[in-house]
């Protein structure tokens, strides 16, 4: 069945930092991939998409990866803020149906 | 644009009633919504996925005489939990698909928090 991985439950960086968060699938080959922010008590918010013939997609201070082979999607976030304090999910499949991945709880530090 | 907005934001009610959860498009058409429940800190687990004028097509394992959903309008779906129990307290969120949405992604709803006592 599928399955999908985010590297850690819980990322602690300092502020001004990148963070990096993992996602890594198996058993699956989607043709996207998306990325969500999620604040506590509210529903996710739609950050990223990027499709399975793409490498890597930018926006602002964001930026995710595609690994086809390595079936992993790396998701970086630049000059990181307190502000973007949250949990970020990673979502595969096609928009009729996404399989989200657990979280990663991000804090960043002042 | 690609608001979706959802009604009540939490609700309290005795074991035994039933509660209704509205989810709203405001300002696009969604030919498909979906509605999902969460667990702290776990995932978004998909319960159904309905379509504008017919029936849902619901997830294994989700009781559809349970979680009975309408989705009566291009911008209106309803999640009623019939005679609910404190197991059915969590957080349930909608989301909706774009009629004819360029990236496909899903715009999610507030969510709403049920309890049940």
């Known amino acids: 069945s599928q399955k999908i991985e985010q590297n850690s439950e819980a990322l602690n960086i300092q502020e001004g930092k990148t963070a990096t968060l993992t996602c890594n699938y198996t058993?699956?080959?989607?043709?996207?991939l998306q990325w969500y922010r999620q604040d506590p008590g509210r529903g996710p918010v739609f950050l990223l998409l990027?499709?399975?013939?793409?490498k890597e997609k930018r926006k602002e201070r964001l930026k995710v990866t595609f690994d086809t082979t390595l079936k992993q999607s790396l998701f970086h976030i630049t000059a990181s803020q307190p502000a973007d304090s949250a949990t970020y999910l990673c979502?595969?499949?096609?928009?009729?149906?996404?399989?989200f991945g657990s979280g990663t709880q991000l804090t960043v530090l002042p | 644009g690609a608001v979706v907005s959802q009604h009540p934001s939490w609700v309290i009610c005795k074991s035994g009633t039933s509660v209704k959860i509205e989810c709203r498009s405001l300002?696009?058409?969604?030919?498909?919504m979906f509605w999902y429940r969460q667990f702290p800190k776990q995932s978004l687990m998909l319960m159904a996925t309905?379509?504008?004028?017919?029936?849902?097509?619901?997830e294994q394992g989700v009781e559809k005489d349970k979680f009975l959903i309408n989705h009566a309008s291009l911008t209106l779906s309803t999640l009623t939990v019939t005679s609910a129990h404190p197991e059915d307290s969590s957080f349930y969120i909608c989301?909706?698909?774009?009629?004819?949405?360029?990236?496909?992604?899903?715009?999610f709803g507030p969510g709403t928090r049920l309890t049940v006592l």
């Open positions: 989301s909706a698909r774009a009629l004819a949405g360029q990236y496909n992604e899903q715009f």
């Open positions: 058993n699956y080959s989607p043709a996207y």
């Open positions: 990027i499709r399975e013939n793409e």
């Open positions: 979502a595969l499949g096609p928009a009729r149906q996404l399989t």
């Open positions: 300002d696009f058409q969604a030919t498909t």
């Open positions: 309905s379509n504008e004028g017919s029936k849902a097509t619901y």
